[in-house]
């Protein structure tokens, strides 16, 4: 997915990793309509969601969309997402989390956007992302819609 952002660059982004628990799931629960969001997304990138799987859900909850998932360590997330982000190639791929784990995968990436949602977000994250907003479905639809992203991180 190739983006022109007018007055900032142009990057082909190719790979979306999300962190699952309060950026994709709620409650180790996600959505359906977060599901069809990116069943529709996968035509244009690669999807990997990085997890420690806190609620034990991932599997099940992921069984029917077309994701690959990885489980992280409980104990050195924030740098085994960073390590995924950098193995896939920071420069093409976008990072979507809320945690304090999330913090340097979303630094890693070309795009960081950071989740407030329900169970809000860690401060540090919001102030590393390029993109803030309420929820994972705002995010994805984001992503389907290229000018909206245009629009949001044009200077």
Do not use: W
């Not at 949602?117 to 994805?140: K, M, R, W």
């Amino acid at each position: 997915m190739k983006i022109n952002i007018p007055n900032y660059k142009e990057i082909d982004i190719k790979n979306i990793v999300l962190d699952f628990n309060g950026t994709l799931a709620s409650e180790g629960v996600v959505k359906q309509s977060t599901k069809s969001l990116l069943n529709e997304l996968k035509s244009k990138l690669n999807i990997f969601v990085v997890t420690a799987d806190t609620f034990g859900t991932v599997k099940e909850e992921l069984r029917d969309v077309d994701v690959k998932y990885h489980i992280i360590s409980k104990g050195s997330g924030s740098k085994d997402k960073e390590d995924f982000v950098k193995k896939l190639s920071k420069d093409n791929t976008i990072a979507i989390g809320n945690g304090h784990n999330d913090i340097l995968m979303i630094k890693a990436a070309e795009i960081g956007i950071c989740i407030i949602g329900s169970e809000g977000c860690f401060t540090q994250t919001l102030l590393n992302s390029d993109i803030a907003v309420n929820d994972i479905d705002q995010a994805l639809k984001l992503l389907l819609n290229e000018n909206k992203l245009i629009a949001t991180l044009r200077k």
